[in-house]
């Protein structure tokens, strides 16, 4: 494993050497708030931040994406039939992803790439990505990865991960693929005692001062249809503007729309994020919505995050703590608060 | 990499109204690949997506049996954009098919049992699929008495209306064919509820397995209907439908509980659905 440290600016210059190999996405400054965005000469990376007010999830898994396009009309013995639109799968990385938002890849994994199906999309997108992770020495308020099996130096679902000392970085490699981006990288010296010491000790007091952890161990044991009926859900909705916002900021929400774009003879198939928390999610032709009252939407996005996904894959639940969705929830409605009815129930 | 997403191109060969309204049609495609074909080898009870560029896609009952060969039919009711789009479409017309999607009836469990088929309404597709399987002759000895309780409003609401006269005057299968209501002095079948038909008409639960489609309201009352006669819920299979995009279980919107109808249904045991949220 490579353990090597940089003074700051030697690593924004190693940085700088990469975009021959990469494609970067490093976080920018944006107006109040920082955002993943291209390192293109242009922008500046600024590694001083809590968190992105958005996950990187869109570099791997885009807001809008093209499927297929076709040409319309009976001219063309080729109209009508659906080619799968070319994409750019050349190596990407992204710097300074905060091991929650790295996590969360982890879990939406399970749904694209699994033993029956490969979204090919996801799935390569995924694989041409480097994700060199840095650690959170000041997680926020609403930060609870530590409850949800993470933490704010962890490791799993990283290639590589960045311990911030103030006047310099350590990197550690952590997979073959971390490995390659930090051989191609320039500058930097061998990682001595001291640093790895120092990295150990950041490590350890910053899980302490994550305080909010309702445990979610006890919803595996529960029963699908008692939570589904507690009595909690209308309280829980009452205040829910069912904006969508929480499922828009949510590294770890994977729902999408398919729909047709067409401009004169040619269209595209393209996919959208959407969201369960809007009636049309679930509308069927016949009029019938299985989910059109505010409080089944509500309760389908808890019971899908600490429960469904839960018993699907046993694999804990589909959150990695980011505390997004409570930071930016126009109405105050917090998951932690949620998972400990649930727990209670 | 497959691509799950990507129909396989079809033509539509012919396509049949079925139902006075017009608002069902049959439609029949044939593959432009005819390897395609092969590919899509599927089981009665599976569904598929109907794409056409520029408008979408719908997710629809397989009505044709995997023993008719050269084509695939679905029967499509005229509701939204797509199948509206569709219900327009004209013979030799280019479109996709994408699938075969979901699971299927327990035809390993059926082996050896009496059928009970009850359908109702438009949803007698994948049944149709199912009937024409079981009566090929090659899968005939494989089940016992088979069954069939299929209503619609009127006689002109029926679906596959040259079938079910030919099925009736077969003896290895036993037809009860009912509507609602109808003025027809001639009309030669029942009249009655299919809930009412199959409580005269289904004497014995004995080793018999009971596949159920039909509107919500028809399911709500046959289901009561089948426990009295002794069906235990692991033996009353049914179909469910769901708005849906992708038909792989990664789009996120037809779960009920942690089930997605699309990948983990649409067949259901009602002992199943008992274990799940009555979301649907």
């Known amino acids: 494993m490579t353990e090597r440290v940089y003074t700051k600016e030697e690593w924004i210059r190693g940085l700088e050497g990469l975009r021959e190999d990469y494609t970067l996405f490093v976080p920018v400054k944006d107006g109040d708030f920082h955002a993943f965005m291209p390192m293109n000469g242009e922008k500046v990376p600024d590694f001083d931040f809590q968190n992105t007010r958005l996950s990187p999830k869109s570099v791997i898994y885009p807001r809008s994406e093209r499927l297929f396009e076709y040409i319309l009309g009976n001219a063309d013995p080729e109209a009508n039939i659906l080619k799968e639109s070319s994409k750019d799968f050349s190596p990407r990385a992204i710097v300074g992803i905060r091991p929650c938002d790295a996590q969360a890849f982890q879990i939406v994994r399970r749904n694209f790439d699994n033993p029956e199906y490969r979204d090919p999309w996801w799935v390569r997108h995924f694989e041409s990505t480097t994700l060199v992770g840095l650690g959170c020495n000041e997680p926020c308020s609403t930060c609870f990865c530590t409850a949800v099996g993470g933490g704010p130096f962890h490791e799993d679902g990283l290639d590589a991960l960045v311990f911030d000392l103030g006047e310099r970085y350590l990197i550690k490699g952590l997979t073959d693929k971390g490995e390659a981006f930090l051989a191609k990288m320039n500058g930097g010296k061998p990682a001595d005692e001291a640093v790895l010491k120092a990295a150990e000790d950041l490590t350890a007091s910053a899980s302490q001062k994550i305080t909010s952890s309702p445990p979610t161990d006890p919803l595996k044991g529960k029963k699908i249809n008692d939570l589904f009926n507690a009595p909690f859900w209308e309280e829980v909705a009452f205040g829910c503007l069912n904006c969508g916002t929480c499922t828009y900021l949510c590294p770890t929400c994977w729902c999408f729309d398919v729909q047709d774009e067409v401009l004169g003879k040619e269209g595209d ?9 809007f009636p049309l999610f679930t509308l069927h032709g016949s009029g019938h919505n299985p989910r059109d009252k505010k409080v089944q939407r509500v309760r389908q996005r808890f019971m899908h995050k600490l429960k469904y996904y839960v018993d699907k894959y046993d694999n804990g639940v589909q959150c ?5 969705c409570v930071r930016y929830c126009p109405v105050n409605i917090d998951i932690r608060d949620v998972c400990e009815r649930m727990n209670n129930y | 990499m497959e691509n799950p997403y990507l129909p396989y191109p079809v033509r539509i060969d012919k396509i049949t ?7 069902l049609k049959t439609f029949h495609f044939v593959f432009l690949n005819p390897e395609d074909e092969a590919k899509f080898a599927y089981t009665p009870g599976q569904f598929a997506e109907l794409s056409i560029a520029g408008k979408g896609e719908i997710p629809i009952g397989i009505a044709s049996s995997p023993t008719e ?22 013979e030799g017309d280019v479109m996709g098919i994408r699938g075969p999607l979901g699971n299927w009836y327990p035809w390993h469990e059926m082996e050896g049992k009496n059928v009970v088929i009850v359908g109702g309404g438009f949803a007698f597709t994948t049944l149709r699929s199912s009937i024409i399987y079981m009566i090929h002759p090659e899968n005939r000895p494989r089940f016992k008495d088979i069954t069939v309780v299929y209503g619609a409003r009127t006689p002109g609401m029926l679906l596959y209306k040259d079938e079910l006269a030919a099925w009736e005057q077969r003896d290895d299968i036993h037809m009860h064919i009912t509507v609602d209501g109808t003025n027809d002095p001639d009309w030669k079948y029942n009249i009655g509820f299919v809930p009412t038909i199959t409580e005269q ?31 235990p819920p692991e033996r009353i299979i049914l179909s469910l439908e769901m708005r849906m ?24 045991s009602l002992a199943q659905l008992k274990e799940m949220p009555p979301e649907y």
């Open chain 2, 245 to 268: 995009k992708c038909g792989i279980g990664m789009c996120g919107r037809c779960n009920i509980g942690d089930k997605y109808v699309c990948k983990d249904g649409p067949v259901f």
């Open chain 1, 269 to 277: 198939r393209i996919r959208n994020w959407d969201s369960c928390m």
């Open chain 2, 201 to 231: 008409k289904i004497t014995s639960a004995d080793n018999a397995i009971a596949i159920v489609c039909g509107p919500p309201i028809m399911i709500r009352f046959t289901q009561p209907v089948l426990e009295k006669l002794g069906f």
């Open chain 1, 320 to 324: 990695s703590g980011c505390g997004r």
């Open chain 2, 17 to 23: 109204v079925e139902t006075e309204d017009r608002n």
């Open chain 2, 69 to 90: 060969k050269g084509f695939v039919a679905f029967t499509v009711n005229k509701v939204g954009l797509v199948s509206s789009y569709l219900h327009n479409m004209k």
